[in-house]
């Protein structure tokens, strides 16, 4: 039985006690003092109709306190799943869970106090302006977009404005689906931001809908800032998109890259959805900020000195090593397995990547090699040797390095 019925159940039972004692009364009274019979009878009816509408009266009563008690329930048993429940902004502070390239390791002699993770931050141009935009909303929902090239910065940069700004709110790291139901569930989600790093990810599956981002910025839900980073190419691939295939894919998809209005500079307004882009390269003025950091902490000096053309982010990230060891020595069943990998995403693959695709897809590609080695495994070798690489997965594929150099042998 229910908690209602239960309740429901004992109700009724007191309200008959009481009907059997005002009927316990009666007939005493009726011995007593000679009441006609049909008093009797009417009483009794009385009482009859009394118990039934004693149980609806109670139904009603308890009806709408007990679903609001459930429904509260189902609500905390949803946002308690979410990772990142109750942990602050500022308490975030975990690389692999803030989906943040991997950076040069720190070399033996570094300076006491540089953290593993993290190189200091040089900060951007565009920082201030950001910083201002999610401070001026903090009273309201909003979404914010950062879009750029691949290992620009785009992750790094939103987390610390985020921390510099709203330091303790709660930053959630759901999944699409989790974002759907919590919106469905009228979940309280006030001084929350919700992490859509990779935005392109959220529309896979059982997409992130475009109802419930619109639902999100009414601010129903309590101020929230949904806050998310999407590399240039794949925002042009999703908006280019044709909805052959997974039409509600495409549709939201489309629908919630649109609904952010690139940046005018302005703090100010009433837009409650902006995208920001962010540059591949560092300007003079970053380039500047970056050099009078580099003597505190090695890993920028490298990057500074490493740097081409002025990706200093992407070398940093070591990028631009990953590329040298894709095309240049290395070994050749993990070199396939890198090709696999921007075969299937050219393709339209969604990402992750799976290791049987990765596998077979290389397989295939070193098949096609004249001097291809007669190895059973060469697909398994492959991604054995990939994973002497560390970073965000097999699907980006990013390097890993030797302290002290953007580099690393297999």
């Not at 009724?12 to 009441?35: D, I």
């Not at 953290?115 to 201030?128: G, H, K, Q, T």
């Not at 697909?379 to 580099?407: D, N, Y």
Request: aromatic letters at 6%; a neutral charge.
């Amino acid at each position: 039985m229910s908690g209602r019925g239960s309740l429901v159940g004992a109700a009724t039972g007191v309200v008959l006690l009481a009907v059997l004692a005002v009927a316990a009364s009666a007939v005493l009274y009726l011995k007593h003092f000679t009441w006609p019979a049909w008093a009797g009878v009417s009483l009794a009816a009385a009482a009859a109709v009394m118990t039934g509408l004693g149980k609806k009266i109670l139904d009603v009563v308890f009806e709408w306190p007990l679903a609001t008690f459930s429904s509260f329930l189902s609500r905390g048993r949803l946002i308690r799943k979410v990772p990142g429940y109750r942990a602050k902004v500022i308490e975030s502070t975990h690389r692999i869970m803030l989906n943040i390239h991997p950076a040069i390791p720190l070399s033996a002699n570094a300076p006491a106090g540089l953290s593993d993770e993290f190189p200091l931050y040089v900060e951007r141009d565009i920082d201030a302006g950001l910083r201002a935009w999610i401070k001026g909303r903090s009273s309201r929902s909003c979404l914010i977009v950062l879009v750029g090239p691949a290992a620009s910065g785009k992750t790094r940069l939103l987390i610390e404005a985020l921390k510099k700004e709203l330091p303790d709110w709660q930053l959630l790291i759901p999944t699409s689906q989790q974002i759907n139901a919590l919106v469905a569930a009228n979940a309280n989600l006030a001084r929350s931001i919700l992490w859509l790093d990779e935005l392109q990810t959220f529309f896979e599956g059982d997409p992130l809908r475009a109802a419930t981002v619109e639902a999100l910025l009414t601010g129903h839900h309590g101020p929230v800032v949904l806050a998310g980073t999407i590399r240039s190419g794949e925002r042009a691939r999703l908006l280019g998109k044709i909805a052959t295939g997974d039409r509600e894919m495409s549709m939201n998809a489309n629908t919630i890259l649109r609904m952010p209005a690139r940046w005018s500079g302005q703090v100010e307004g009433p837009e409650r959805a902006v995208q920001f882009d962010i540059p591949g390269q560092l300007s003079q003025a970053e380039q500047v900020r970056a050099s009078v950091l580099s003597p505190m902490d090695p890993r920028l000096e490298v990057a500074l000195h490493a740097a081409r053309d002025g990706d200093f982010t992407a070398t940093l990230a070591c990028e631009a090593e990953l590329v040298d060891r894709w095309r240049g020595e290395g070994d050749r069943n993990g070199q396939a397995v890198m090709t696999a990998a921007v075969v299937a995403r050219l393709c339209g693959h969604p990402e992750p990547i799976g290791e049987g695709v990765l596998a077979a897809v290389a397989i295939s590609y070193l098949s096609d090699m004249e001097d291809a080695p007669e190895v059973s495994n060469r697909g398994t070798r492959g991604m054995q040797w990939l994973c002497l690489f560390s970073g965000k997965g097999a699907h980006r594929l990013p390097v890993g390095a030797l302290p002290g150099r953007p580099s690393c042998a297999p």
